[in-house]
């Protein structure tokens, strides 16, 4: 899905589409055989918003797909829904410039989702797939069901064999043995 960039409103530009299920495969298959297809297309609302030659990006990927569970191997469908801000800028304005390491852009976490575009036009489609493999946990796990309940009963049963002590009580205790002294 390319689009013109000169072609684009200063401000909000609502862009749809669909990568076709067989597109949508051959990205999920770049994570392992972890992923399989769930049949459906995978349907991308953005907004796009243009400030002079300043890009973001904003929407939803919704994309349905079938994983095995990391921990109890289940076979799970679960309709993906990545919320995505990403910001492009042009690669000509960095291109020319004498940035160095030190005194140069610092990136932050937020910077990730930094990309560049060369000339007018803008590949939509890069962005989805960049999106995708992001979120695609290496180790998918169950979300709901008897996976995570047993997960939970672990997790507790862990936190009560060692009680955290609690300070107020430690403060009362020295206050009954000083008590106990005077008396
Ligand atoms: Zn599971």
Redesign the pocket.
């Known amino acids: 899905m390319k689009i013109d960039i000169t072609q684009l409103h200063e401000g909000a530009n609502p862009v749809t589409f669909s990568v076709p299920a067989a597109t949508f495969e051959a990205i999920i298959k770049e994570v392992d055989d972890l992923y399989e297809l769930d049949g459906a297309d995978c349907e991308v609302a953005f907004d796009v918003e243009r400030y002079d030659t300043t890009l973001m990006v904003k929407g939803t990927i919704t994309a349905p797909v079938i994983f095995s ?1 990391a ?4 076979r ?1 469908h679960e309709t993906m829904q990545l919320k995505l801000s990403w910001t492009l800028l042009p690669r000509s304005a960095f291109a020319t410039s004498d940035i160095t390491e030190e005194e140069g852009v610092e990136l932050t976490a937020d910077d990730l989702d930094v990309s560049f575009y060369d000339g007018d036009e803008v590949d939509l489609f890069e962005i989805v797939r960049e999106a995708i493999l992001l979120d695609l946990s290496p180790v998918p ?2 979300l709901v ?1 008897s ?2 309940a047993v997960e939970y009963l672990r997790t507790s049963a862990e936190e009560a064999e060692t009680p955290l002590p609690d300070p107020r009580w430690a403060a009362l205790r020295a206050l009954q043995a000083q008590t106990i002294k005077k008396n």
């Open positions: 569970c921990r109890c191997l289940e799970n796990k169950c069901d996976c995570t």
